[in-house]
């Protein structure tokens, strides 16, 4: 037991909460599903030809089991594969962000002055804006697709890391080990990205959880509005967009098994990232 | 103060130029609104007249300098499709959506404090439990998501209540308004619900938290010592500490909750702003889109100034910074 490495009790603290173990499970399987959505769904729905219009609007069971769209598509398949599109679109941005808000946070905390004052105004600014109205106001700018929607999830994030990397910078900056390694002669970029950056991590993880949840919401809510992705690639917010002029004739499948899945990839995030935040959070700790 | 309300009125400024430039350059690179306005069998001749006729045959940087120039005089152009001063579309619009708000930030606040009390109050309890379970879960949620449910449970199954729309409206003080009458509250209840959700979930979790910090410090033992029934020490002195904060954060969020109302207002077909600008983006109608941005941003600006000074002027501890 005292042989613990600071991982190893770690892992054994998130574990402990039957919650977050849930939550990671049910994380991994979204992500396992995702990665081989083309191998372990029934149906390719993206072939036209393997589609049957006489299959279409089908009932859940038998040989579709969550039915078929209005095209005849088989919903689990399209289900698999929209869910690689919103995490595609969630992870991409998400680490897009991450890099560029990280590292301006920290150039921020360590370089000071003007810089500092011109960006943090900027993130001040941006951050008072929920973040559905800069996107809106971005994509209607851009226009649709893959790409786009990155950069405007991108664009959304970045403000977020920038704050938390800046405010955790500025807390290690002023430790030890940063005065030893520039008492070393070591350049300052080498302090800032090898010694400072590595410790300014965790809460900038913390972060990232929750703001992959919310930037899959948020592409699946502008996909809903038809703001986001092209009908090419859909995600599970256009999935679910189609399936809503079903809804009211009482054909519920198409936009709720969608839905659901949905549900289930942002809830098990949070999950996760609720018990990384107690765990990482030093206020806690003493408790 | 003088200093700090006339710096936050210059940034207000820059960044209403900003957005305005943005959205207004932004809006022409992604296409022309006369192929969406005008007759498809249209000649080039009628196109001509129909682009020279709204302003669009101009180079861009003098469309802008021709809006900006009136903006400063109040007009924000005319909608391309309406044929009307965009602001005027807008603001008929308006109050369908702030009564949305209204209710919807209504019911959050009218479940989520006591929620957020009692599970502050008493962590251990299993209901406390099962309100924080509930709460991730509001978070988890996606609002157009759970509008859909809503539809379908209480509209296609039930049949409880209607499923899109607006139900009919009264005049209040000249204002067009339909959550006074029974038949436009059945209307408004599901898409409100459906708006609050999000912010329910919110404020229980700060409740919950404010209730936790608050309970454990001096105040409220001296309260218990002296003997105050614990309604007493909860309801008056507990609530009003954990008020500043609240205020604040509802506050803050009335504004998010007039952004978000887009996208329900998009499933409840909801005549608000939202639906409105939503509509206005698929046909380009430029004058309409930036006119909203703009009312929203300010409006947003606005809200988050009140909310700094009320919260200086509630709380003396935060005194604002005088300019260096």
Redesign the interface.
């Known amino acids: 037991m005292k042989e613990d490495t600071p991982f190893a009790s770690f892992v054994r603290g998130f574990f402990e909460n039957p919650l977050a173990t849930a939550g990671f499970v049910l994380l991994c399987v979204v992500i396992v599903v995702a990665l081989f959505a083309p191998w372990i769904s029934p149906q390719n729905p993206y072939d036209l030809g393997k589609l049957d219009l006489l299959d279409a609007r089908l009932p859940p069971g038998g040989q579709y089991l969550l039915g078929t769209d209005g095209q005849g598509r088989d919903m689990l398949s399209a289900i698999f594969y929209g869910l690689r599109v919103s995490l595609l679109v969630g992870v991409a941005s998400g680490l897009i962000a991450l890099t560029l808000g990280g590292l301006l946070g920290v150039l921020a905390a360590y370089v000071g002055g003007r810089f500092e004052q011109l960006l943090m105004r900027v993130v001040d600014i941006q951050l008072g804006f929920p973040a559905i109205l800069v996107a809106l106001i971005l994509i209607a700018v851009l226009g649709k697709g893959v790409d786009k929607i990155i950069i405007a999830l991108v664009c959304v994030q970045w403000a977020y890391y920038a704050r938390t990397a800046r405010s955790a910078a500025l807390v290690e900056r002023s430790k030890e080990y940063i005065e030893a390694a520039r008492g070393l002669g070591l350049s300052r970029a080498r302090v800032m990205l090898r010694h400072l950056l590595p410790n300014a991590l965790p809460p900038l993880i913390v972060v990232g959880t929750v703001q992959v949840a919310h930037a899959i919401a948020l592409e699946a809510t502008l996909s809903f509005l038809g703001l986001g992705l092209p009908t090419t690639e859909p995600s599970l917010g256009l999935l679910i967009a189609n399936g809503y002029e079903y809804l009211l004739s009482g054909k519920y499948w198409i936009s709720m098994y969608p839905g659901v899945a949905l549900l289930l990839t942002i809830l098990s995030i949070n999950l996760v990232g609720d018990q990384l935040r107690d765990q990482l959070n030093p206020r806690l700790q003493r408790a | 103060m003088t200093v700090y309300i006339l710096r936050r009125l210059a940034?207000t400024l820059l960044?209403l130029f900003v957005?305005s430039a943005?959205?207004f350059?932004?809006?022409y690179?992604?296409g022309n609104p006369i192929d969406i306005l005008v007759n498809p069998a249209a000649d080039e001749i009628e196109k001509a007249r129909s682009a020279a006729a709204l302003g669009l045959d101009r180079p861009i940087l003098e469309q802008y300098g021709i809006f900006v120039k009136s903006a400063l005089a109040g007009d924000l152009g005319k909608s391309f499709v309406f044929g009307r001063p965009a602001l005027e579309v807008i603001l008929e619009r308006m109050p369908a959506t702030l009564e949305l708000a209204v209710l919807a930030m209504l019911i959050s606040l009218g479940f989520g404090v006591p929620m957020g009390i009692f599970a502050g109050l008493y962590p251990q309890k299993n209901l406390s439990k099962f309100i924080m379970?509930c709460s991730?879960?509001g978070?988890?949620?996606?609002?157009?998501?759970v509008g859909?449910?809503l539809?379908?449970v209480f509209?296609?199954?039930l049949g409880w209540l209607p499923?899109t729309g607006r139900g009919p409206t009264t005049e209040v003080f000249g204002v067009a308004l339909s959550i006074f009458s029974l038949e436009g509250l059945r209307y408004a209840l599901l898409p409100a619900i459906n708006l609050a959700l999000f912010k329910l979930a919110l404020i229980i979790r700060l409740t919950r938290a404010q209730v936790r910090e608050q309970s454990l410090l001096d105040y409220i033992r001296f309260a218990r010592a002296k003997g105050l029934p614990r309604r007493r020490v909860v309801g008056v002195h507990l609530l009003k500490n954990i008020l500043i904060p609240l205020v604040t954060v509802v506050g803050l969020e009335l504004?998010?909750v007039i952004?978000?109302a887009?996208?329900t207002e998009?499933?409840f077909a909801w005549p608000g702003m939202g639906k409105l600008?939503?509509d206005s983006?698929?046909q380009l109608d430029r004058p309409v889109?930036v006119a909203y941005?703009l009312v929203?941003?300010f409006m947003?600006?606005s809200i988050?100034l009140v909310v700094d000074l009320l919260y200086s002027a509630l709380d003396p501890r935060v005194r604002i910074a005088e300019a260096k």
């Open positions: 940034q960044v957005t943005l959205v350059g932004g809006l690179l992604v379970a991730i879960l978070f988890s949620l996606p609002t157009f998501w859909l449910v539809i379908m509209a296609v199954q499923s504004g998010s952004a978000f887009i996208v998009t499933v600008v939503i983006i698929f889109v941005l929203v941003v947003f600006i988050n």
